[in-house]
């Protein structure tokens, strides 16, 4: 939320706005039953179990049974009845910690005086035989079919309507088409849409880990188990968790966390820490460092950087200390922190030098991130889960900026090729690279500067105007040594605040498309500097308060290979996705 994805205050507010609204809407309703409906549950993974009930009734005249029988002989353990949860008119019967390993359907009822409402679950079982002892998990961050597209096109090049090669991405024997809706809404964030993926279960936007009930603690809200917790328990397995973003931002965090509010930072260090994934790496070291250190931003005196340090892990700040580090073969535990906030994008890093780039010069990339978390992960004899996430995809396109979204689409691509590579030498290690929610956008042509005319309307080309760009072929890297080209693709964003553009690409630094007015702060306004003779002024279609883009409810695509990946197949579900994982893995075997 703090970071560059959620730059927008509005976002932040409309959710507190909108979380007050649902629960008092929540309040007033009947008895609510946690796991929703059409929970898909894993046998012998661990959930809360909530039964939310308005009133005070006395303690008797809530009965739940899961099946017929008491919910607490099902589950295995007592219930606890709260009376006035929270303080309010409200109570709630809990068993934290639940577990079903019997797989079937399951149908919870709750009767409270003369209402009673209910709920189906299905608890799966895995296949007793174990597919892959490692999988790899790559996150493009927002990564849309335009993204895909676009990086093919820079990376590979295109004439007369063939391209020079695949991407690795592309390059996968199974595929599917990922939907991403939560609980609560058609669009989700990273935090809900990542969570289906690490624990099999959907949330609400803003929640990690956990179901959005109505209690006022962001961390007392009913828990699922993750992934993280779940191999490190069940198959003693390596866990590294590897980003280019802040480590406590969503995607990461989704590993590990149970949270309802994604931007509990000091928390999920805490997580983190209490998790123990063998590998780490990312940016976001304020929240490790005690208050009293020169630029922390936590509230305690908790010394993270100590603490993991205690705990075994070797800790790296740049991409020279990783790498020795990693080659170290008695690190079997890394903690890497290579800037305050995000890691420059590829583009920053490698053309522009905008960005921290100056002042943070040895940061890694995420393939070289990626090299050294499979060194450390691969000393662990059991096998690992190890998630990759190419974050700024995400945060670039919510400032409109598509070259640099597309060169971090380049760089995960490089990233996953690098773990093909790895992997075909072997073959135990399921590979899945995915996206967490799309964006509304679209290749609609070029931008033509010879073009006659002087509005960037005049410059765009369509159909047979369009022809194909003129980016020069790219490097070992498969990165185009500029953007600045005469004939660049016409990358169009479908939902946008008010703003001014010129079709060309941000070589000053990210893209900032709207302010707060001056006049009031709650609506954005473009942003002058960027509003030249030659721009055009784009009114916005998003509320006014809006001040960059926003994510889609369009289905993500999904290419998987190796031991296990036959499972991903036409449209799924996100919370499928886990499901896959955790059948490759075997992890809900028949006792
Ligand atoms: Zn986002």
Known sequence: MRSAAFRPTTFASALTAGLGLWTFAATAAAQTIYPLSRAEILAGARFDF?????????????????????????????????????GLDQSALWIRDAEITAPGAYTVDAKVGGKTASVTWTVFATPEKRAAKNVILFIGDGMSVAHRTAARMLSKGISEGHYGGDLAIDDMPHMALVSTAGTDSIVTDSANSMS????????????????????????????????????KRKLGLAVGVVTNTEIEDATPAGMVAQTRRRSDYNDIVKMFYDAAPEVIMGGGTPNFLPKSAAGSK???????????????????????????LAANANTTRLLGLFNPAN?????????????????????????????????????KPEGFVLMVESGRI??????????????????????????????????????????????????????????????????????ADAGFPNYPASDKDGYPATVDVSKRLAFTFGAYPDHCTSGKPFLAGEFVPAKPSAADTQTQVANEEYCGPTATRMQGNLPITANSGVHSADDVILTATGPGSEQFRGHMENTRVFRAIVGALALGAPK
Not at 58 to 70: F, L, M, R
Not at 207 to 220: E, P
Request: proline fraction near 4%; include cysteine; glycine fraction near 6%.
């Open 50 to 86: 909530k039964v939310e009930v308005p009133g005070t009734p006395p303690e008797a005249d809530v009965v739940v049974t899961i099946n017929g029988k008491s919910a607490a002989d099902v589950l295995g353990k007592p219930a606890t009845f709260i009376v006035k949860e929270d």
């Open 196 to 231: 289906a993926y690490t624990t099999g279960h959907k949330s609400c936007v803003n929640a990690l880990g956990v179901y959005c009930a109505r209690n006022k603690s962001t961390l007392g809200h009913p828990r699922v188990e993750t992934i993280t917790a779940l191999v």
């Open 298 to 324: 936590r509230g305690d005196e908790e010394d993270y950087l100590a603490k993991f340090t205690a705990k075994g892990y070797a800790f790296a700040a740049n991409d020279t200390e990783m790498k020795a």
């Open 343 to 379: 890691i420059d994008g590829a583009l920053d890093r490698r053309v522009l030098k905008g960005g921290t780039t100056k002042r943070y010069q040895d940061q890694p990339d995420l393939v070289d991130m990626v090299r050294s978390a499979i060194d450390v992960l691969s000393r």
């Open 394 to 463: 995400d945060k670039y396109s919510h400032s409109l900026d598509w070259e640099r979204a597309v060169y971090d689409t380049i760089m995960l691509d490089n990233t996953v090729k690098a773990a093909k590579d790895w992997a075909a030498a072997r073959n135990d290690t399921m590979i899945v690279v995915v996206a967490d929610h799309a964006h509304p956008v679209s290749i609609i042509g070029t931008v033509d500067d010879s073009r006659p005319g002087s509005r960037l309307r005049d410059k765009l080309g369509t159909y």
